[in-house]
C-alpha cells in the first residue's frame, strides 16, 4: 500500500489546487475525487434525472463509465470516453454533485474506484470525506478550510476567468448553501477526522498552503516503513469500518420512562382508544407481536396525519416519531398536540445526521419510535418505494422493527370508516446479517421491512 494522504474540506476552501501543488511537490498522484463526483453529477441531469433522487439516480450508474487520465501532467475526466473536464465546473453541476454525493448507491459506485487507486499509489486525495470514510487508516489526514467570503470571492474569480457570469453574491450563496448540504446530508457528511491537521487558508497564499501541508506529510510519514507494517496488520478492518455510513452503537433496551409521563400515557392510551374505536370502524391484527417494552421501531406505510395514534393505541410505552418541520409551523395548538404525542421535526431533503441521531436517543431512553419510510402519505393507499432512514436508525441501534400496515380505502379518513391496523412479526437487524451500516447492509434492511410492510397491506 503506497503512502496515502486524506485532504478533505469544504467547497472552495482551494482542496483540487493545493492537493495538486502538492503532488507535484512530492512526485505523488493526485486523485481529484470532486471530479468523480462532478461528472456523475453531470451524467445524471445530462439524462434529465433528478440528482436527489434515490429512485432516479441509482439505475443510470449501471452505464456510467468515469476515467481519470492524465496528459503532459494534467488530469482530464472521460465520461464514456468524452473528455467533460471544463463542463463539470459550473454552479450547477457543483450543486448536483453535493446533491448526488449525499445518495448511498452513489457513494459506493465510486469507493471501490477511489480506493483502488489509493492502494497501488502514493497519493493525494482530495473530497469530502476521504479522511473518515474512503481512506479512514490514511497516514496523512488534512482539513482545509477558509472563511466563506473568501472562498466566494476565489471561486467568482476562477469562474469569472471562464466567461462565467455568476456574480458574487450567487457564488457565496452557492457556496453557503452547498455547506449546509455537505454537513447536514445523511450519508458520509462533510466533518473533520479526529486525527486530522486543520488548515485554514483565509489569510494564505497558494504557496504558503503548499508549503504548510507539504512539512505536515514530511513530518507524519518519516517512518513510512513502520506505517505500512502496520497497515498491512488492519487493512481486513479498514475495509469493513470504512464502509460504514454511520457507526453502530447499540441502545441498552433498560431505560425506563418517567414515572409520571408512563403514568399519563398509560391514563390515556385507553381513553383515546375507545374514542377512536367509536368514530372510526377500527380493528387490529397481529397485535402478539407488538413488544411489551420499549426501545423498538414501528416502520408503516403512511395514509393519513391519524396514523402514529393508530400505531401507538396498542402499545404500553409512549412513542416518538418524526414529522416534516412544517407542521410545527402550523397554529400553537396542533404544534403543542403534536408535541404531545411525540412528535419531533425533520427536514425533508437535507438528510440531516441530527435526526438519526435525535431517533437514536429516543429509543435509549426508553420510547418506541414510529418511522414512515415512504416519507409522504399515500393517496390511493399503494405502498411507495421506502428511503433508506429507517433501516439506517435500525443498523445503529440495533434494535426491532415492527412493520405496520394501516388500511381504509378512498383517499381520506372519515366517521365510521372501516380501518384495518396490521402488525407484523419483529424483523431483528443482526438476524440479518446486518451488523453494521454499509450500504449493501441498509440495502436489505431496507428491502426487508418495505416487503413486510406491503404484505401487511395489500
Known amino acids: 500500500m503506497g503512502i496515502n494522504v486524506a485532504l478533505d ?5 482551494g482542496k483540487s489546487t493545493i492537493a495538486k501543488a502538492v503532488a507535484a511537490k512530492l512526485g505523488y498522484v493526485y486523485v481529484d475525487t470532486g471530479a468523480l463526483y462532478r461528472t456523475l453529477a453531470y451524467y445524471v441531469i445530462s439524462k434529465g434525472a433528478d440528482p436527489h433522487s434515490e429512485e432516479q439516480v441509482p439505475p443510470l450508474l449501471d452505464d456510467l463509465n468515469i476515467e481519470l487520465t492524465y496528459e503532459n501532467g494534467a488530469q482530464k475526466v472521460l465520461l464514456n470516453g468524452e473528455d467533460v473536464s471544463d463542463g463539470i465546473r459550473t454552479p450547477q453541476i457543483s450543486m448536483a454533485a453535493s446533491a448526488v454525493s449525499a445518495l448511498p448507491a452513489v457513494r459506493a459506485f465510486l ?3 477511489q480506493r483502488s487507486i489509493a492502494k497501488k499509489n502514493d497519493i493525494v486525495m482530495d473530497g469530502r470525506d476521504i479522511g473518515t470514510v474512503v481512506l479512514p487508516d490514511a497516514q496523512v489526514k488534512i482539513f482545509l478550510t477558509a472563511a466563506a467570503e473568501e472562498r466566494a470571492r476565489r471561486r467568482f474569480e476562477e469562474l469569472s476567468q471562464k466567461g462565467d457570469g455568476s456574480t458574487y453574491e450567487q457564488v457565496l450563496e452557492d457556496i453557503n448553501q452547498r455547506d449546509y448540504n455537505d ?8 466533518r473533520q477526522a479526529e486525527d486530522a491537521v486543520l488548515v485554514d487558508s483565509t489569510s494564505m497564499t497558494i504557496e504558503e498552503v503548499a ?4 512539512e505536515v506529510i514530511s513530518e507524519k510519514t518519516k517512518n513510512t516503513e513502520n506505517t505500512k507494517n502496520t497497515e498491512k496488520t ?3 478492518s479498514a475495509a469493513r469500518a470504512s464502509m460504514e455510513i454511520m457507526p453502530v452503537r447499540p441502545i441498552k433496551k433498560n431505560r425506563k420512562i418517567n414515572p409520571i409521563r408512563q403514568g399519563f400515557y398509560s391514563f390515556a392510551r385507553p381513553i383515546v382508544r375507545f374514542i377512536f374505536k367509536c368514530w372510526f370502524d377500527l380493528s387490529y391484527e397481529g397485535v402478539e407481536n407488538v413488544p411489551k417494552d420499549g426501545g423498538n421501531i414501528f416502520a408503516s406505510n403512511h395514509r393519513s396525519y391519524g396514523d402514529p395514534v393508530f400505531i401507538a393505541l ?10 416534516k418541520e412544517e407542521l410545527f409551523k402550523q397554529n400553537i395548538f396542533f404544534t403543542l398536540l403534536i408535541k404531545a404525542w411525540g412528535a419531533f421535526p425533520v427536514k425533508r431533503g437535507t438528510g440531516d445526521t441530527a435526526v438519526i441521531d435525535t431517533s437514536v436517543e429516543k429509543l435509549d431512553s426508553g420510547r418506541n419510535l414510529v418511522i414512515f419510510p415512504e416519507g409522504t402519505r399515500s393517496k390511493d393507499g399503494k405502498v411507495g418505494k421506502g428511503k433508506t432512514g429507517v433501516a439506517l436508525v435500525a443498523a445503529v441501534a440495533q434494535t426491532k422493527v ?3 400496515g394501516i388500511n381504509f380505502e378512498g383517499e ?3 366517521r365510521k370508516k372501516k380501518v384495518v391496523v396490521r402488525y407484523g412479526k419483529p424483523i431483528i437487524p443482526s438476524k440479518l446479517g446486518v451488523t453494521d451500516t454499509s450500504p449493501e447492509n441498509l440495502r436489505k434492511l431496507k428491502k426487508k421491512i418495505m416487503e413486510d410492510i406491503t404484505k401487511l397491506v395489500y
Open 183 to 190: 454537513t447536514h446530508r445523511e450519508t458520509a457528511p462533510l
Open 402 to 404: 415492527v412493520p405496520v
Open 111 to 113: 469507493l471501490d474506484t
Open 412 to 414: 381520506k379518513l372519515s
Open 234 to 236: 488492519s487493512v481486513k
Open 9 to 13: 474540506g469544504p467547497s472552495g476552501a
Open 314 to 323: 396498542m402499545t404500553r410505552v409512549p412513542i416518538s416519531y418524526m414529522a
Open 211 to 214: 508549503e504548510k501541508i507539504t
